[in-house]
Every structure is written in structure tokens, then in C-alpha cells.
């Protein structure tokens, strides 16, 4: 069980606009800890999509947003394409655990 | 340009400890600010946070196995080590490494490692 919830998985067609959330409490993404966003491909380690709550490192398409609003986050992405098909995790801290908490993660399918 | 490569044992077996050792390049650990952390994901699983270690010693645990947990670094080399002691089943994961950008709590993990299986069976 995570400490941030996030839909085991969602979908869209190409083209389309899906949003992934993560779900804290008042003790993480509540207490205004930044949240994060990681793109896992199969077999590969995580790559930073979103960091700070809704900023890009460079070379990460605008297609790809964060955002935040009480205890909750979470990543937008228009313009679906089928290289988008993959695992999503957001990360924050956690003032109760002391620590750096993930999301369970979730599966994007592009139907 | 920033690169992170874990090694270890591939195999080890129930009750004995886990040496993993990162080395890094592109940056240094001397430098203000800096830390590098240990994050762990089951097959088929979520990541879990384990460790870091920042520019000036200070050491951080994840709650739930810092019993079991010990990181060091070794700056003259650019590396980070994590042991982990008492392995068992459970503790079967793909093993990552990876910078942490900034000083911050809850810093976000910029540049990671390739990652390293270890599965854990007698």
C-alpha cells in the first residue's frame, strides 16, 4: 500500500488528453512538499518528467504537465502517442515517515 | 554529463548482507547541496524510496529498514555504498541509485543508474 495513490491504470486514443493523479494526505503533497513525475519504460530505469510540482527538464515535451492542488497532484498529457504507452509514478516526502514517498504507479495504454 | 552505474551481487542468499556500490561521474558529492539516494523496485512492483547520503555526511533512512541499512560514501572515488543486512525473499529488486538535485527533503531524483537485479534465493 503507497503512501500516494495512483490509478493502477488509465487509457486514451491518440491524440487525446489523459490525466494521471496522486492522491497524498496532510502530511506529504498537503503540507506542500513539491511533487514529482517519473516516464519508467519497460526495462529501463525512471526519467524525470515533472519536477517541482509542474516544471519540465529540458527536453521533456510540452505535451507533459503538472499540477497540484491540496492534497492531491497530478500529470496531464495532450496529444497522446503510442510511445507514451508506459508506467508513471509521482513522488514526494512524507513529514510522518521522514521520507521520500512514490506512488504505486500507473499504466498508460494508448488504445 | 551526469552518470550513475550500481554494482553488486546478482544473487545472494537468505540472511547474509548486500553490498551495493554506485559510482558516479559528471559530479561530486563534495560539492554543497549534492546527495545521492538508493531506490529499489520489485519486479513487477512500485519504487520505494531506501537511503541517501548528502555532500556533508548526513545520512537518511527509509523508516520502515533503517535497521537494516547502512550508507556510506567515499568522495575521493565518487562513490556511494549501501549494505543491507539480514536479506531475504522479499528483498528481490531491481536496485537504483540516483543523484538527487538539490538539499531539499524531498528532492527529485535528476539522473539515475541503469539499475542492478538482485535476487535474493538460497
Known amino acids: 500500500q503507497s503512501v500516494l495513490t495512483q490509478p493502477p491504470s488509465v487509457s486514451g486514443a491518440p491524440g487525446q488528453r489523459v490525466t494521471i493523479s496522486c492522491t497524498g494526505s496532510s502530511s506529504n503533497i498537503g503540507a506542500n512538499y513539491d511533487v514529482h513525475w517519473y516516464q519508467q519504460l519497460p526495462g529501463t530505469a525512471p526519467k524525470l518528467l515533472i519536477y517541482?510540482?509542474?516544471n519540465r527538464p529540458s527536453g521533456v515535451p510540452d505535451r507533459f504537465s503538472g499540477s497540484k492542488s491540496g492534497t492531491s497532484a497530478s500529470l496531464a498529457i495532450t496529444g497522446l502517442q503510442a510511445e507514451d504507452e508506459t508506467d508513471y509514478y509521482c513522488?514526494?516526502?512524507?513529514?510522518?515517515?521522514?521520507?521520500?514517498?512514490f506512488g504505486g504507479g500507473t499504466k498508460l495504454t494508448v488504445l | 554529463q551526469v552518470t550513475l552505474r550500481e554494482s553488486g551481487p546478482a544473487l545472494v542468499k537468505p540472511t547474509q548482507t548486500l553490498t551495493l556500490t554506485c559510482t558516479f561521474s559528471?559530479?561530486?558529492?563534495?560539492?554543497?547541496?549534492?546527495?545521492v539516494n538508493w531506490i529499489r523496485q520489485p519486479p513487477g512492483k512500485a519504487l520505494e524510496w531506501l537511503a541517501r547520503?548528502?555532500?556533508?555526511?548526513?545520512?537518511y533512512y527509509s523508516t520502515s529498514l533503517k535497521t537494516r541499512l547502512t550508507i556510506s560514501k567515499d568522495t575521493s572515488k565518487n562513490q556511494v555504498v549501501l549494505t543491507m543486512t539480514n536479506m531475504d525473499p522479499v528483498d528481490t529488486a531491481t536496485y537504483y541509485c540516483a543523484r538527487g538535485n538539490g538539499a531539499a527533503a524531498g528532492t527529485d531524483f535528476d539522473y539515475w543508474g541503469q539499475g542492478t537485479l538482485v535476487t535474493v534465493s538460497s
Open positions: 547520503i548528502d555532500w556533508d555526511d548526513d545520512k
Open positions: 559528471g559530479f561530486s558529492l563534495s560539492t554543497d547541496g549534492m546527495c
Open positions: 513522488q514526494s516526502y512524507d513529514s510522518s515517515l521522514s521520507g521520500v514517498v
Open positions: 517541482g510540482d509542474i
